[in-house]
Every structure is written in structure tokens, then in C-alpha cells.
Nanobody, 116 residues
Framework: QVHLVESGGGLVQAGGSLRLSCTTS????????MHWYRQAPGMQRELVAA???????YVADFVKGRFTISRDVAKNTVYLQMNSLKPEDTAVYYC??????????WGKGTLVTVSS
């Protein structure tokens, strides 16, 4: 059974940094792709970053150069390092895993609030 628990959110001033963590169980990092999504109030959930089973990373254009995705296989954890945060980065951030083209059930996410 797959479990995904996000943590590390909080309130930060614009220009600040946060590191989000996604602690997992039941994930095979060598084959499952891991994603970070976010959902702002009144908006659809959007993909922010991903890391493949091979370790190849993707970062959305709107956060490129500011956010970095990484993983620690030994700790079963995926991270999202967020620098130079902007008020428009305010959202609930979720992690998920993709296996055979499907995502698992969503967790509770972690709220990031960036004040101007």
C-alpha cells in the first residue's frame, strides 16, 4: 500500500525559501515517477516538478530556476527546494507517484503561504 505524507510548508516572506518533504512508503523509486503538484485557491491543480525512476528531473517553466526536485532513496523521501518564493507560489503542495501512467490517492498536502 502506498502512503505519501507531505510536510515542510509554512508562512514565508517573498524572496524566502522552504524545503518540502514527501515521505513515502510502498514506492519503488527505481521505477515510479514522483511528482510535486500545487493547487492555489480557486485554481486547478498543476504539476510543478517531477523526478523519474531514472532520476531525470522536470521543473515547470513558471518555477524554473527557483525550485529543485530531488530524492533520497535511502530515506524514501522526495524533496522540493523552493527558493526566491513569490506570493503567486502560495498554494497547497502535494506529492504523488505515477506508476503505469496512473497516480495514487492524494494526500493532505502542505500549505505554503508567501507574503508580500
Amino acid at each position: 500500500q502506498v502512503h505519501l505524507v507531505e510536510s515542510g510548508g509554512g508562512l514565508v516572506q517573498a524572496g524566502g525559501s522552504l524545503r518540502l518533504s514527501c515521505t513515502t512508503s510502498g514506492i519503488d523509486f527505481t521505477s515510479d515517477d514522483m511528482h510535486w503538484y500545487r493547487q492555489a485557491p480557486g485554481m486547478q491543480r498543476e504539476l510543478v516538478a517531477a523526478i523519474s525512476g531514472y532520476g531525470r528531473t522536470y521543473v515547470a517553466d513558471f518555477v524554473k530556476g527557483r525550485f529543485t526536485i530531488s530524492r533520497d532513496v535511502a530515506k524514501n523521501t522526495v524533496y522540493l527546494q523552493m527558493n526566491s518564493l513569490k506570493p503567486e507560489d502560495t498554494a497547497v503542495y502535494y506529492c504523488n507517484a505515477e506508476r503505469f501512467g496512473a497516480l495514487f490517492d492524494w494526500g493532505k498536502g502542505t500549505l505554503v503561504t508567501v507574503s508580500s
